[in-house]
């Protein structure tokens, strides 16, 4: 091994279809070798009684920090990557929630440095075309049918990178068919549409179920509804909001038994709030509690996104699996190869070739380093 290769090595180290002590060699911004057990000549850095796991992957996330990227500011944004990022979510979509055109264009367009610098993987529109009686925390009286136009513009931007949608709304079908022809990904949620018309969905190019069980019709025995739809097809990636306030991990078993982790991301949702004290906060134009580190919209009660980070996610699916290390190894996929898989993105997996974004953990699970792009990141606050 070449002198110009920086040498990690660590009591465990969780690698595809391994979990040990093993090591992981850096050259640039590449991993490019990897192994279990002791590494093929003295390691540089001898990380001991440390977890080391890809950099996470978010897919769904709206802020934090005290930062948002919903304001129009990339300087905000900016700070909401930083915040995130020292808690080792090295790759990022922005999540935009429902506006009017006119903000939803310039809060893009504020975004798009970000975008080609490298900083966030794209953007993510939630809404506004999303169904009334599934809005959650976003403002009703925005909601409305996709325009061709409108739609079209943004996707032309270049750096939309996930639309999620009701398809029952008017349009809705030929609005995914739009987004999955761009090259977006298009994700059914906030909808009540039946479980023909989301297979319908599917079929015309939806890749996404956004935070599944949440914002959706629910499961009945005579109606399966959405959530049903999406997990029945092996094409389609399901969001998790894995903080154990959004969902029940009783209910990941269930769908990790149906989908496999190699179909489920872990997303936080987070907004403004999280790694903040509680109080009062905004998420679009709404006014949001926090009370207890739970989010929710000021006099509905709603739950309005979370306060959560990659590493309480990470050690959330940990802390509700079988045992550590099956884990530790559904966590890594749940918060990182997945959701990069469905980006397409050589980041979340530690092996040659792939981006060096790496998280070292303490044995209890909290971040002690985080390198993107083989570059130490600032610790968290």
């Known amino acids: 091994m070449s002198s110009d290769v920086a040498v990690l090595a660590a009591d465990t180290v969780v690698l595809p279809g391994s979990c040990g002590p093993g090591w992981i060699g850096i050259a640039g911004e590449r991993i490019v070798a990897t192994g279990i057990g002791r590494p093929p000549r003295p390691a540089d850095r001898e990380l001991g009684a440390a977890v080391v796991v890809p950099g996470f992957v978010d897919l769904h996330v709206h802020g934090g920090g005290g930062a948002a990227y919903t ?168 969001e998790l909001v894995t903080d154990g306030l959004h969902v029940h991990p009783a209910l990941w078993d269930l769908v990790l038994a149906s989908a496999g982790p190699s179909r489920v991301a872990a997303v936080s949702d987070a907004m403004v709030a999280a790694g903040m004290p509680d109080g009062r906060y905004r998420l679009g134009e709404l006014d949001v509690r926090v009370d207890g580190g739970v989010a929710r919209l000021a006099g509905r009660g709603s739950i309005a996104g979370s306060t959560a980070t990659g590493d309480a996610l990470f050690r959330c699916i940990v802390e509700n699996a079988p045992d550590r290390a099956s884990g530790l190894v559904r966590a890594v996929a749940m918060t990182a190869s997945t959701p990069a898989a469905t980006l397409g993105l050589p ?35």
């Open 71 to 238: 304001t129009g500011d990339p300087e905000e944004a900016a700070r909401a990557v930083a915040f995130h990022r020292a808690h080792g979510t090295t790759t990022t979509l922005a999540s935009l929630v429902t506006a009017t055109p006119e903000v939803l264009r310039r809060a893009v367009a504020a975004l798009a440095g970000l975008v080609q610098e490298g900083e966030i993987a794209g953007v993510h529109l939630e809404g506004p075309w999303l169904a009334e009686g599934r809005c959650g925390a976003h403002d009703p009286a925005l909601l409305r049918d996709p325009d061709p136009a409108e739609l079209d513009a943004l996707l032309g931007t270049g750096v939309v990178r996930m639309v999620t949608l009701a398809p029952e709304r008017e349009g809705g079908l030929d609005a995914v068919r739009r987004v999955a022809g761009s090259g977006a990904l298009a994700a059914v949620g906030h909808t009540d549409a039946g479980y023909a018309l989301v297979r319908a969905a599917i079929e015309a190019g939806a890749r996404v179920g956004t935070h599944l069980f949440n914002a959706m019709a629910p499961l009945h025995h005579r109606e399966p509804g959405p959530a049903a739809a999406l997990l029945g097809d092996p094409r389609v990636t399901v």
């Open 347 to 381: 980041v979340g997996v530690l092996e040659p070739g792939c981006r060096a974004d790496v998280v070292v953990l303490s044995p209890e699970l909290e971040v002690r380093e985080v390198y993107r792009r083989g570059a130490p990141v600032a610790p968290p606050a």
